[in-house]
């Protein structure tokens, strides 16, 4: 059984940075891709930035240029850095894996975490 554990969320001023960090235990497969999703109130699950076990990475176009995913296959982790974050980046945040691809589509994601809030304000 595969388990995912966010962490690193909080609240943060607008401009700012935080690192959030998915923990596994267990391991999806050998090839398994890794997503990060947001949920804000009243909206619908949307996708925020993948990547793959060779390391190519997806991003949302809202978060390009500003959010960096990665991951280290060897401590089970994988990571999103979150700078220049805005008012908008407000959400639940939940780290996903499964399948190979890294789509954007949530179906594609076997295995999800319990998700940490982000909270960006002045």
């Known amino acids: 059984q595969v388990q995912l554990v966010e962490s690193g969320g909080g609240w943060v001023q607008p401009g700012g940075s935080l690192r959030l960090s998915c923990a596994a235990s267990?391991?999806?497969?050998?090839?398994?891709?890794a997503g990060w999703f947001r949920q804000a109130p009243g909206k619908e699950r949307e996708f925020v930035a993948s990547?793959?076990?060779?390391?190519?990475?997806t991003y949302a176009d809202s978060v390009k240029g500003r959010f960096t995913i990665s991951r280290n296959d060897v401590q089970k982790m994988v990571y999103l850095q979150m700078d220049s974050l805005k008012p908008e980046d407000t959400a639940v945040y939940y780290c996903?894996?499964?399948?190979?691809?890294?789509?954007?589509?949530?179906?594609?994601?076997?295995?999800w975490g319990q998700g940490t809030q982000v909270t960006v304000s002045s």
């Open positions: 996903a894996a499964g399948g190979v691809t890294g789509t954007p589509n949530p179906r594609d994601y076997d295995y």
């Open positions: 267990g391991r999806p497969s050998d090839s398994y891709a």
């Open positions: 990547i793959r076990w060779t390391g190519e990475s």
